[in-house]
């Protein structure tokens, strides 16, 4: 069952990276943000419950099940891109997306409403469950407020709609665009007695589908209206910016809640422990999911015969391989190696840290397919080779035309932005969840010798160049925009951060292993040492002479 639900969020993951494919811009990340936490939230919520909770196999909970997939189906189906998603007014799919994350929600509440009524045996599951259906107060509430703006963008723009025809109708006026006019449109028809550039409101979409007059071109690149197309005055950010605050909010509790928690493992009256062994394994497909959106980027894509193109291609699919072999390797597989076992603290900051690096990972792999697209469409940045590229929009899964209308130079240079500032913060997510697991202190201790005590420079040159590799991403974009060298340089960074990790290993080897490793040859080895001392006395007692201690400090006497 957890692998079909999985399925859902890796739909949610190609529909967000449409987002930033259509224009990347920051008010495609605010949108990429609003849609990414909510519905994935969705998804930790419902390991939350089962890594602490066991509900019936009878149809009344799968039939519960059955209705949360297709509230979740809801979900991912309306993330849309920008121009879509911020006109309410015109577009229903930012309210839908409202309205499932509010349903999906409430479903929740009713989860951890069954557990508060019909758990048996542990006072502290009722506690629990009263304390998470509480924390749900808060960011339903501004799901709802979101869902309720958006709802009346939509039905008072349509009753708008219909009175302004019906009272058009009965003035006997008449549109600029007739109904035969549309006909022509729709079948690509250029006609000298119809001006497509003369339509207004709902109209813009036929001048698209026709993609025949130089009007469409030139709209699209110098920003006129469309439904498809650019940033208008009937967009609004209102909607996302509820929803996202809905999540901080949820963020923000979960974090107050944890620090006022009683110390010294008293917060278990308060708290149904989570299986961590379990949500290791979950979050482990769950990176997976990520990842994969990655694959799905670099593999549904126009192909382009350039050898650049297929340089960069290689590069990706190599730099997504080694991402997830440097996660794994980073990450402990023993729950007793885990933040989530060592303390509350630890596990939520490893947690929090696991939405942002998954956030992350999407954009990284978003931005190879957008490296990819420049060069099946670099060289065609004029308007007239533009319509010729409209006319394979609809075998463009992604919809990769929305980038196209800003200029050659300013697109690469949003694209590289995104290419580095993703994988910068991937480096440090990743990093600063090594450091949840065994912290500075620790980590810092490996520098040390055991013996001296003194500071390795060899570890101090690591951990600087650790870092050093860190702002070197993050500032990549500063001057280099040109897709192959930034994908060269993207999979040249992930391999040296592995080396340096292995590097690390090698010099200063401090893994949990290798620490067990040492207890138990100190153990072994002390038992090794107890046993030949007594098995000395056996030896001196079997031959007669017995050692005993002298209280009178005058030596030892035989017997």
Same mark, same amino acid.
């Given at each position: 069952?957890?692998?079909?639900?999985?399925?859902?969020?890796?739909?949610?993951?190609?529909?967000?990276?449409?987002?930033?494919?259509?224009?990347?811009?920051?008010?495609?990340?605010?949108?990429?943000?609003?849609?990414?936490? $909510?519905?994935?939230?969705? *998804?930790?919520?419902?390991?939350?419950?089962?890594?602490?909770?066991?509900?019936?196999?009878?149809?009344?909970?799968?039939?519960?099940?059955?209705?949360?997939?297709?509230?979740?189906?809801?979900?991912?189906?309306?993330?849309?891109?920008? &121009?879509?998603?911020? +006109?309410?007014?015109?577009?229903?799919?930012?309210?839908?997306?409202?309205?499932?994350?509010?349903?999906?929600?409430?479903?929740?509440?009713?989860?951890?409403?069954?557990?508060?009524?019909?758990?048996?045996?542990?006072?502290?599951?009722?506690?629990?469950?009263?304390?998470?259906?509480?924390?749900?107060?808060?960011?339903?509430?501004?799901?709802?407020?979101?869902?309720?703006?958006?709802?009346?963008?939509?039905?008072?723009?349509?009753?708008?709609?219909?009175?302004?025809?019906?009272?058009?109708?009965?003035?006997?006026?008449?549109?600029?665009?007739?109904?035969?006019?549309?006909?022509? *449109?729709?079948?690509?028809?250029?006609?000298?007695?119809? &001006?497509?550039?003369?339509?207004?409101?709902?109209?813009?979409?036929?001048?698209?589908?026709?993609?025949?007059?130089?009007?469409?071109?030139?709209?699209?690149?110098?920003?006129?209206?469309?439904?498809?197309?650019?940033?208008?005055?009937?967009?609004?950010?209102?909607?996302?910016?509820?929803?996202?605050?809905?999540?901080?909010?949820?963020?923000?509790?979960?974090?107050?809640?944890?620090?006022?928690? $009683?110390?010294?493992?008293?917060?278990?009256?308060?708290?149904?422990?989570?299986?961590?062994?379990?949500?290791?394994?979950?979050?482990?497909?769950?990176?997976?999911?990520?990842?994969?959106?990655?694959?799905?980027?670099?593999?549904?894509?126009?192909?382009?015969?350039?050898?650049?193109?297929?340089?960069?291609?290689?590069?990706?699919?190599?730099?997504?391989?080694?991402?997830?072999?440097?996660?794994?390797?980073?990450?402990?597989?023993?729950?007793?190696?885990?933040?989530?076992?060592?303390?509350?603290?630890?596990?939520?900051? *490893?947690?929090?840290?696991?939405? @942002?690096?998954?956030?992350?990972?999407?954009?990284?792999?978003?931005?190879?397919?957008?490296?990819?697209?420049?060069?099946?469409?670099?060289?065609?940045?004029?308007?007239?080779?533009?319509?010729?590229?409209?006319?394979?929009? $609809?075998?463009?899964?992604?919809?990769?035309?929305?980038?196209?209308?800003?200029?050659?130079?300013?697109?690469?240079?949003?694209?590289?932005? %995104? %290419?580095?500032?993703?994988?910068?913060?991937? @480096?440090?997510?990743?990093?600063?969840?090594?450091? +949840?697991?065994?912290?500075?202190?620790?980590?810092?201790?490996?520098?040390?010798?055991?013996? +001296?005590?003194?500071?390795?420079?060899?570890?101090?040159?690591?951990?600087?160049?650790?870092?050093?590799?860190?702002?070197?991403?993050?500032?990549?974009?500063?001057?280099?925009?040109?897709?192959?060298?930034?994908?060269?340089?993207?999979?040249?960074?992930?391999?040296?951060?592995?080396?340096?990790?292995?590097?690390?290993?090698?010099?200063?080897?401090? &893994?949990?292993?290798?620490?067990?490793? =040492?207890?138990?040859?100190? =153990?072994?080895?002390?038992? =090794?040492?107890?046993?030949?001392?007594?098995?000395?006395?056996?030896?001196?007692?079997?031959?007669? =002479?017995?050692?005993?201690?002298?209280?009178?400090?005058?030596?030892?006497?035989?017997?």
């Amino acid at each position: 069952g957890s692998l079909f639900f999985d399925l859902f969020f890796v739909a949610m993951a190609y529909n967000l990276a449409n987002i930033v494919r259509q224009d990347p811009s920051a008010t495609s990340l605010l949108y990429f943000a609003g849609c990414f936490f $909510p519905v994935s939230a969705i *998804w930790t919520d419902k390991l939350a419950y089962d890594a602490r909770f066991f509900t019936r196999d009878d149809v009344l909970h799968r039939v519960f099940e059955i209705i949360g997939l297709i509230t979740l189906g809801a979900a991912v189906l309306n993330i849309r891109p920008v &121009d879509i998603l911020s +006109t309410p007014s015109k577009n229903p799919e930012i309210f839908t997306f409202c309205l499932a994350i509010l349903f999906a929600n409430i479903l929740t509440v009713v989860r951890y409403l069954e557990v508060f009524i019909w758990v048996e045996g542990e006072p502290a599951a009722k506690r629990s469950a009263l304390r998470d259906m509480g924390f749900k107060i808060l960011p339903i509430s501004f799901y709802l407020a979101a869902t309720i703006y958006s709802g009346l963008e939509f039905f008072q723009s349509k009753n708008d709609d219909a009175h302004r025809y019906l009272a058009e109708a009965a003035s006997n006026s008449t549109y600029d665009c007739s109904d035969d006019a549309h006909r022509r *449109w729709l079948a690509g028809e250029e006609s000298s007695t119809v &001006d497509p550039c003369a339509c207004v409101d709902g109209d813009e979409g036929h001048r698209w589908l026709a993609a025949s007059s130089d009007c469409e071109v030139d709209g699209y690149a110098s920003g006129v209206s469309s439904s498809y197309g650019d940033y208008t005055s009937d967009s609004t950010d209102i909607p996302i910016i509820l929803m996202i605050a809905g999540i901080g909010c949820a963020l923000c509790l979960m974090f107050l809640w944890i620090f006022i928690l $009683p110390p010294g493992g008293n917060h278990k009256q308060y708290t149904v422990p989570m299986n961590v062994d379990f949500t290791i394994h979950r979050y482990g497909e769950w990176t997976m999911l990520m990842l994969g959106e990655s694959i799905l980027s670099l593999l549904i894509v126009e192909v382009s015969r350039s050898s650049d193109y297929y340089v960069a291609f290689y590069s990706g699919i190599l730099s997504v391989v080694l991402l997830q072999y440097m996660h794994f390797r980073s990450q402990p597989h023993s729950a007793d190696d885990h933040a989530m076992r060592k303390s509350k603290e630890r596990g939520l900051a *490893w947690s929090y840290l696991m939405q @942002f690096y998954s956030a992350a990972l999407v954009l990284l792999g978003t931005t190879y397919k957008m490296l990819l697209y420049e060069f099946v469409y670099g060289d065609y940045s004029d308007d007239g080779h533009r319509r010729s590229l409209f006319g394979h929009i $609809p075998r463009w899964l992604a919809g990769a035309d929305g980038a196209l209308k800003y200029a050659l130079a300013d697109r690469r240079q949003r694209e590289a932005h %995104f %290419f580095s500032g993703s994988m910068a913060v991937v @480096f440090f997510c990743c990093d600063a969840m090594i450091l +949840t697991h065994r912290d500075f202190k620790t980590n810092l201790g490996r520098c040390r010798c055991s013996k +001296t005590k003194k500071t390795k420079l060899l570890g101090i040159v690591i951990l600087l160049m650790r870092v050093g590799t860190i702002a070197f991403v993050a500032s990549v974009s500063q001057y280099v925009t040109d897709p192959k060298a930034l994908s060269l340089i993207g999979l040249g960074a992930i391999l040296f951060e592995i080396v340096l990790r292995f590097a690390a290993a090698v010099v200063f080897p401090s &893994d949990q292993v290798h620490v067990d490793l =040492e207890e138990k040859k100190c =153990e072994m080895e002390a038992k =090794e040492i107890a046993e030949q001392e007594e098995k000395e006395r056996h030896d001196e007692y079997v031959s007669g =002479e017995v050692i005993v201690d002298d209280h009178d400090g005058e030596g030892p006497d035989k017997e």
